[in-house]
């Protein structure tokens, strides 16, 4: 393949091997009809952007019937609070302010703008969850947000004050045109602001389970410096969050419109320092990914021997890439519990465990429990403390270099 960003070519790594679609929760009937696909990261050396090969189709992903919801986090709730808190005391003015958001889900992010009486739009192609924006008073196309969409929405409306979006950039193939449709609708000193699960925490806790199909990008800061620069725009800001278990959110503006503040150049000069541009990082990473894997195959071998019960704990979107990866199905882990509730009653993708809801969990307590969800740790650790304090376990992928 070729780089999605510089055209040149990047290299081969490893292969998670046949994936199903991450976010592809499935009824029994349509077991024999389900999309594979070969999940591959590559590394371009050139510019620094870490990319999957091949993906399905976006709407094949992001449709009608979309399983992720964000409010499910009371946390995610919070942290998006304080993010709009943030844009509005740092990057907006007081005047007639339009205020943009791609990939707006359920309004978790814009239900704060329009509580404040902010002029915003959101931009969500998956009908089901824009619809549950709309009933919390977000304004809301159903599009996917691209060049042309842009160039209607300047006509339509205004040029955007600030143009946002968090865990959406990564998914949309075609950076180009999004670079573009940012510049068509940005106001001259507008800025564009985005957060996105992180390439240097991926590489440091080795969560391979950021790679699925959604995620055809993992940025740093380095990739997005070298996208962005190709349209005029420079990374102003850059701030590390503890969210999808470590991401960045990224500001940009266009060249020399803003002043650069210090955590660009110390993030960037970090990213060389840990050597996130060389490809022996990758080579590292495989191994560290084929170890977890074995270590994480032998234990639940081990319980499976024991008799133990094992129930996963969150159906998200990176435990396919886990499962599939892995090898591990209805045999080594009874259910996976979650509460959404149009992935209850499904399957999941590839790998066929039973999705249940939580009372599946608290009704019956497993032996042990695989935290899926580790992202949100924190407040399932509070909720969960009478299973911990029974004698339950919790076993990640990501603890196996202990
Ligand atoms: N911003 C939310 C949702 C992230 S999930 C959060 O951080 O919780 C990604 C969302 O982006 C999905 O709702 C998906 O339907 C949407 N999406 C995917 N491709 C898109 C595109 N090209 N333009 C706008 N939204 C897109
Ligand atoms: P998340 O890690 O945000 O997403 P991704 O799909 O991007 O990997 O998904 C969290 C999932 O875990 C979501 O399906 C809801 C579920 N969940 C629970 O079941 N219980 C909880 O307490 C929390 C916080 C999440
Ligand atoms: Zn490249």
Redesign the pocket.
Known sequence: MKCRVCDSNPSAFMSFGRMPVA?GFLEREKFGSEYFYELKPVFCENCGTFQIEDHPSPDMMFHSDYA?FSR??E??RQHFKSYADWVCDKYLGAGDEFVVEIGSNDGILLENFASRGIRHLGCEPSSNVAAVARNQGVDSVVDFFSSALAGRLVSEYQHASAILAA?VICHIPDIHDIAVGVDLLLKPDGVFIFEEPYLGSMIEKTSYDQIYDEHVYIFSAISVASIFEQHGFELVELLPQET?GGSMRYVLARVGMRPVHQSVFDILQHERNSGLHLPGTYDAFRSQCEKSKSVLNSRLGDLQAEGRRVVG???????TTILNYCDIGPDLIEAI????PI?QGKFSPGMHIPIEP?SFFSDNYPDVAVLF?W??RE??MK?ESRFSNTGGSWITHLDFDK
């Open positions: 976010n992720f499910t986090s946390h995610m865990n999808h704990y969150g159906a998200t979107s990176k435990s519990v979650d509460t959404t992935k939580p969800a992202n949100h407040e399932i909720k």
